[in-house]
């Protein structure tokens, strides 16, 4: 698979994924957070600023995300990415919300809401297919 083909699957069919991080006191911290945009340019997340993994993503530097679909094991298709992470701001929020409709049932047109939106890249990760026989495992890199 191209790196194309991988990212449009992490956005489209899994879209929700663990991202791991460190906490102040640093240890390991993981939450759930929707891909909002995944391109040769980055993979894109956001929170809310009220929140404490908010601090973490700005204090890290570095994250760790996994996503999984297709059911059990031997049906399923896995991606895996570990990069850097940072903070661009709020500037992107309005248009990625418009690309994730489903998130004005959360944050209805005209909601004053405090995010931010991060942009995970420079790093790598894995693609894995075990609902094939030999199973498969790739590679990937986003600069």
């Not at 891909?35 to 993503?57: C, F, H, N, Q």
């Not at 996503?67 to 031997?74: A, V, Y």
């Amino acid at each position: 698979m191209t790196t194309k083909e991988i990212l449009d699957m992490l956005y489209k069919d899994i879209h929700s994924v663990a991202i791991g991080t460190i906490d102040d006191d640093g240890h390991p911290f993981t939450a759930f957070m929707d891909i909002m945009r995944a391109d040769e340019s980055g993979i894109y997340v956001s929170t809310s600023k009220e929140k404490g993994l908010y601090r973490y993503l700005n204090n890290c530097g570095y994250v760790s995300l996994s996503g999984m679909c297709g059911g059990d094991f031997f049906h399923s298709q896995m991606i895996t990415f570990n990069g850097r992470i940072e903070n661009i701001g709020p500037d992107l929020w309005e248009e990625l919300l418009a690309d994730n409709d489903y998130l004005y049932r959360i944050f209805p047109k005209g909601t004053d809401t405090e995010h931010d939106v991060f942009r995970i890249h420079d790093g790598g990760g894995d693609y894995q297919d075990f609902s094939i026989m030999p199973f498969v495992r790739e590679t990937y890199f986003l600069d």
